[in-house]
């Protein structure tokens, strides 16, 4: 079935802080032990053996075109060629998969990079040499394709795809078109890729001596570390050190979001759309107005929000909070920390409402190497899974560090991984990859239900007030800090299409002024420092086209499902687990519609934004107790 040929990578923003236990950047991979990494070998043995399927596939790939002009033959005319092309993305996909994962172990090694580059042709070329599919299949009557897959059972594998086509008829270019805009694939990537390789391979990271003369290297990670510390004089220098660099860099990444978003209204054009978020949200056949409300409902709750600030205000002692501020433990000398080995049962045991075979498959993930766990020099920041390689298992990308938040994180990743384990298990290659807007449902809702075990085993008040300050650090980074970043992500789109530069200066002014609003800066509530106004390039998710916001609305989502599961509603589980094997066998608002939760109105934030209340009451009445 003719379907997108990029390999899609469900990538996690650690907009939470993952905050590293040991200064581990420095170590390389050999250090790791073998257990704690992935084993590529279950996709192919070798790289020699990956290459020997990536020249197959090469050369049987231009077989697809013996099938144009015949697809509507026959029903088995039409069962053969959509079953030629389902088998040969599935092994494109599985190529891609393996030089990818490769690659993130270490952004230095320039043969997977090559590799990469290698697959970026190969995939364009594929798309290109069946870019006649579409318009073929928009040549044929409704009325005889239906006939056709009411003749041919076996074609219902294939019928939401084929209907799907039909629905973007109007925004389906001819052949001819349709080969320019497959070709003008292989540049499109770039941007990202450029963002990529710099920031995590070539990018001059600066050093810096801290308040007790040790130094650390200002990468992601080391910044991540000592942004959550408790020595207010270390953030506020390393936040200035570390955005105040992004800033030297200001025109190159101005350059390369540019890029970013004139490759997004390309597509725009071509596809005769009237803007870049209509290009984007039709896509998955979601409402332009479910990303407005997004944002117009958190603009309409930031009094929610900044009570959020003013409690974390109050309980650091501080007499004015800074940007700086916001990563910094909540409650001081209380052990948070989870090594692996303790980390591991708890997020079983917090997984058990969805039953032993779901908590059984999570144990497989550890024991059989489909985690790469520690970081490592070189290796690539953040965390991802990836379901990709369909005929194998997902596999997942950690940088663990041994704090709550990094267990957190483990429960995120696993969500991923076991809604793909389960949709690529009972669905058809043809529907198993999963909308992009339910993508990041699975993960927040392992967050929400470890977050409920470990409450429900603490009765420390001191402990209980860092669990429950954890909960709303998510609700800041996923809900809030991630529609902020949509917002700024439309605007800088709408600037581009108005005609208006984009540019490292036009955007710090952009993200400033947005940022201020969110955290009441002229109010007094945060004060967003000059510094800040860089942020916005230090965030990979903006090369991917309108990707954020998904994790606010898939927060709320997530946050309505598991609080009917967790009422014991066992009816809500069977809906949830039936969730995680339909893969994309419908559009996106109706699996969420099947599974319990309506994303068209605004009934998800209105239940987050009142849980995340509830759990400030809560944090009041025990710092009241406690004579705080």
């Not at 020249?55 to 079953?83: C, I, M, W």
Request: charged residues 25%; neutral net charge.
């Amino acid at each position: 079935m003719h379907r997108k040929t990029s390999t899609v990578f469900v990538l996690c923003l650690l907009a939470l802080g993952s905050l590293p236990l040991l200064a581990q950047t420095g170590k390389e991979r050999k250090d790791i032990p073998e257990g704690s990494k992935w084993n590529l070998g279950d996709i192919y043995p070798t790289d020699a053996a990956w290459r020997a399927a990536k020249d197959k596939f090469a050369a049987e790939y231009p077989k697809a075109t013996l099938f144009r002009g015949h697809l509507g033959d026959s029903p088995q005319a039409l069962l053969n060629a959509v079953t030629t092309f389902n088998d040969l993305q599935k092994d494109l996909s599985r190529l891609f998969v393996y030089v990818s994962l490769a690659a993130d172990q270490d952004t230095r090694d320039s043969k997977y990079q090559a590799m990469k580059q290698e697959m970026g042709q190969l995939a364009n070329d594929f798309s290109s040499a069946t870019a006649w599919f579409e318009p073929e299949i928009l040549k044929m009557d409704p009325a005889r394709l239906e006939s056709m897959i009411q003749q041919e059972p076996k074609l219902n594998d294939y019928r939401f795809s084929l209907e799907d086509i039909l629905r973007r008829k109007k925004h389906t270019g001819t052949e001819s078109e349709e080969k320019v805009i497959a070709d003008a694939g292989l540049m499109a990537g770039e941007a990202g890729n450029i963002f990529n390789l710099f920031s995590n391979a070539d990018f001059p990271y600066q050093t810096v001596k801290l308040s007790d003369g040790s130094e650390v290297r200002l990468d992601p990670a080391g910044f991540a570390r000592v942004r959550g510390g408790s020595n207010r004089e270390d953030r506020q220098k390393v936040f200035k050190a570390f955005f105040g660099r992004q800033g030297d860099y200001d025109r190159t990444f101005g350059a390369t979001l540019n890029a970013k978003i004139q490759q997004d209204m390309f597509y725009m054009k071509a596809r005769n759309y009237d803007s870049t978020l209509q290009s984007a949200m039709d896509g998955p056949n979601i409402p332009i107005s479910v990303y407005s409300k997004l944002i117009d409902g958190v603009n309409a709750n930031l009094s929610s929000f900044h009570r959020y600030l003013n409690l974390r205000k109050r309980m650091m002692g501080v007499d004015q909070l800074h940007y700086y501020d916001l990563y910094a433990p909540l409650v001081k000398n209380v052990d948070l920390e989870y090594p692996i080995e303790k980390a591991k049962p708890i997020i079983f045991a917090a997984m058990k409402p969805l039953g032993d075979d779901y908590v059984a498959v999570l144990k497989r993930a550890f024991d059989e190497r489909w985690i790469d766990l520690y970081p490592t020099t070189g290796k690539r920041s953040g965390a991802y899974s990836q379901g990709g390689a369909y005929d194998v298992h997902p596999y997942m990308l950690i940088n663990y560090n041994g704090r709550y938040d990094d267990m957190g994180t483990v429960a995120h990743e696993l969500g991923h991984t076991m809604q793909s384990y389960f949709s690529n298990k009972d669905q058809p290659f043809a529907n198993a990859s999963y909308p992009t807007f339910v993508a990041e449902v699975a993960s927040t809702f392992n967050e929400a239900l470890l977050n409920r075990y470990v409450l429900d085993t603490i009765k420390d008040d001191a402990t209980r007030l860092s669990i429950l300050g954890n909960y709303l650090e998510n609700v800041k980074g996923t809900v809030f800090r991630q529609t902020q970043f949509a917002e700024f992500e439309l605007k800088a789109h709408e600037m581009a299409e108005k005609g208006q530069p984009v540019t490292g200066e036009t955007m710090d002014k952009l993200y400033m002024d947005i940022a201020k609003r969110y955290y009441g800066h002229d109010q007094g509530i945060c004060i967003v420092d000059d510094e800040i106004a860089h942020e916005w390039s230090y965030i990979p998710h903006f090369y991917r086209n309108y990707y954020v916001y998904q994790y606010a609305t898939s927060f709320t989502a997530s946050t309505a499902l598991a609080e009917k599961v967790l009422s014991g509603d066992k009816n809500a589980v069977v809906r949830y687990r039936k969730f995680l094997s339909a893969g994309g066998s419908k559009y996106p608002i109706e699996l969420l519609k099947d599974a319990g939760v309506d994303m068209t109105t605004t009934e998800p934030l209105d239940l987050t934004v009142r849980k995340m209340n509830r759990v400030m009451d809560e944090m009041e009445t025990i710092l009241k107790r406690m004579g705080k």
